[in-house]
């Protein structure tokens, strides 16, 4: 009787062990949430991507952030999520107070898939030489779990000429700014590209609700205008405000700021 007891407290221990490392395993789930490093050009505006890592099977079904930044150097202008792993989604909800930006996002159907979860629209408003760090005050999936392992990314300020955007553009291609702006009826962009490429090209409001889609095609090495009539994807005038033009080659995506006026 007595083995008999010494095996039985044996099996249960051996069980208690192995949930005990199924739990802690389920615990240590986590989602790495980063920003890249860039650069970008006094004056201008950048969409600056918050990239993941795999999301499928962890069922998350909401996130929010809160970033900060030097408020001297760029302020935050508006999100987008289209051509995101986060689209099916919609537009999440986001407000920018002093020095921060919130953002948040929830739906019935979870997230599946890696990469640019949404994008960040900032105006540089810097120096040359000025920068800053984006970081994470706060974020969070579901209602913490998975864990968000969060890294915060640089950006610095520099002349238009010595641009060299880490996560938006080829290091070849360029972008004039919008001509006119602020405008009325219309506003073209102008681009290079040093090879053929699919290019998507689509506008934005100030919320990052999607407007219209200029472009959806494979372009031809050299010169290219886009021009955007100032109406959205139903033909129909879009009224005054900022919206924001985004020029996307791969999954790269540079975003041109346009001022709209009746």
């Not at 860039?38 to 079904?61: K, M």
Request: charged share 15%; aromatic share 10%.
């Amino acid at each position: 009787m007595a083995n008999n007891s010494k095996k039985s407290l044996h099996y249960i221990f051996v069980i208690l062990i192995l949930l005990f490392f199924i739990n802690s395993q389920s615990f240590s789930q986590t989602i790495d949430v980063t920003i890249p490093d860039t650069t970008g050009a006094a004056g201008s505006t950048i969409s600056i991507p918050v990239r993941c890592n795999s999301v499928t099977g962890l069922e998350v079904f909401s996130y929010g952030f809160k970033l900060t930044y030097d408020q001297n150097i760029i302020t935050a202008t508006g999100v987008a999520v289209e051509e995101t792993i986060s689209s099916p989604w919609g537009a999440p909800t986001f407000n920018v107070e002093e020095e921060a930006i919130n953002i948040a996002a929830a739906s019935s159907t979870p997230l599946e898939g890696e990469g640019v979860l949404v994008f960040i629209n900032f105006s540089i408003i810097g120096a040359v030489g000025s920068n800053t760090l984006i970081q994470f005050t706060e974020a969070v999936f579901n209602e913490g779990e998975p864990l968000a392992n969060t890294s915060d990314g640089k950006l610095t300020v520099v002349e238009s000429s010595t641009v060299k955007p880490d996560l938006s553009l080829p290091n070849s291609f360029k972008i004039s700014p919008a001509y006119p702006n602020p405008f009325n009826p219309s506003t073209a962009v102008e681009f290079e590209l040093p090879q053929k490429s699919h290019i998507t090209v689509k506008v934005y409001d100030e919320l990052g609700r999607f407007v219209n889609k200029l472009v959806d095609e494979t372009m031809d090495i050299g010169h290219h205008s886009i021009i955007w009539s100032g109406h959205d994807q139903s033909h129909k005038e879009v009224s005054s405000g900022i919206y924001f033009i985004n020029i996307s080659t791969g999954n790269t995506t540079f975003s041109v700021k346009v001022v709209k006026l009746n």
